[in-house]
């Protein structure tokens, strides 16, 4: 097993922003930093992070769907561990730019407990599958084109940046958000946060 880093470690390009449960549920597009691109074909966010303490983190959140590999998965299964969430599409440059960091995230904390789960939202298996094989995803992604999962998670935090990421603590309650594409260090600072602040 890997040693975990220090709680207190973060990246030091990214602002950290701790939030109240009220603004939790009232943060929007516009205050998030996520805006449309033209010509792009996705909606970028500033990469924002947002951290909510324990005691600030709102209800367990399950996020559950069908593997484009065709198995059911549901984030209760891994109830007491960290799990990340992101989405993605393959079109989307950020996704890609992020793709490598995720995989490695999956592959070198495993075993401290830290589960991935890709949520996508425009591709067909083929597409997806694709993607996945070429940057070797050790992870599932639930196909989400009907919007349906996103939008459960919108009740708890808004998803409109393609790609975004939430980290959920050990009790399935959401403890960070970042809104466009994240970097591997501030991902890792996060999950080190979470692991090391008793929730999971």
Do not use: K
């Amino acid at each position: 097993m890997m040693a975990r880093r220090p709680a207190t470690r973060r990246a030091a390009a990214t602002t950290v922003l701790v939030a109240t449960a009220g603004l939790l549920a009232g943060c929007g597009a516009a205050d998030s930093g996520a805006s449309d691109v033209v010509g792009q074909g996705f909606v970028s966010g500033d990469g924002s992070v947002q951290q909510w303490e324990p005691g600030e983190r709102g209800d367990a959140v399950v996020v559950e769907g069908t593997s484009f590999e065709g198995d059911e998965v549901s984030t209760a299964d891994w109830s007491g561990d960290v799990v990340v969430l992101n989405t993605w599409y393959a079109g989307c440059a950020p996704c890609r730019a992020e793709a490598p960091d995720l995989v490695a995230l999956a592959n070198d904390r495993a075993d401290d407990g830290v589960h991935l789960l890709g949520i996508n939202t425009e591709d067909d298996a083929g597409t997806a599958l694709a993607f996945q094989r070429t940057f070797e995803v050790p992870y599932p992604s639930i196909e989400d084109r009907s919007g349906q999962v996103v939008a459960g998670l919108s009740g708890v935090v808004p998803l409109q940046a393609v790609p975004s990421t939430v980290v959920l603590d050990g009790e399935g309650r959401v403890a960070a958000r970042v809104v466009g594409q994240v970097a591997g260090s501030t991902l890792e600072g996060i999950v080190d946060d979470v692991l090391a602040d008793g929730s999971a």
